[in-house]
């Protein structure tokens, strides 16, 4: 089992920033992918971005790419979602979701195990 904690959520406006982290317990990341999601209102749940642990290797979605970076911390067993120039159309709820390595696509919410609780993102104009 992986247990998933995500933080650093919040209130920000069109063009700044924020650092998204996921911690997880039970069981280490090291054969993981993990990803991000979000769900804006009234939306279906979109795949933002993920990372291989392993190997670190990461993929965006069109729509943040150059904008978000993922990144993981070994010693913390925590990745990270760094968000800039957030604009309005980023508002939603992130969550981010582990699955261990089994050669998927990983960008479908359903190729997820584990999931996090979720933390609100508003970016106001």
């Known amino acids: 089992q992986v247990q998933l904690v995500e933080s650093g959520g919040g209130l920000v406006q069109a063009g700044g920033s924020l650092r998204l982290s996921c911690a997880a317990s039970g069981r280490t990341f090291s054969t993981h992918v993990v990803g991000w999601f979000r769900q804006a209102p009234g939306k279906e749940r979109e795949f933002v971005t993920r990372?291989?642990?392993?190997?670190?290797?990461?993929y965006y979605a069109e729509s943040v790419k150059g904008r978000f970076t993922i990144s993981r911390d070994n010693a913390k067993n925590t990745v990270y979602l760094q968000m800039n120039s957030l604009k309005p159309e980023d508002t939603a709820v992130y969550y981010c979701?582990?699955?261990?390595?089994?050669?998927?696509?990983?960008?479908?919410?359903?190729?997820?195990?584990?999931w996090g609780q979720g933390t609100q993102v508003t970016v106001s104009s």
């Open positions: 979701a582990a699955a261990p390595w089994r050669s998927l696509s990983y960008v479908k919410d359903h190729e997820y195990d584990y």
């Open positions: 990372i291989n642990w392993r190997f670190g290797h990461t």
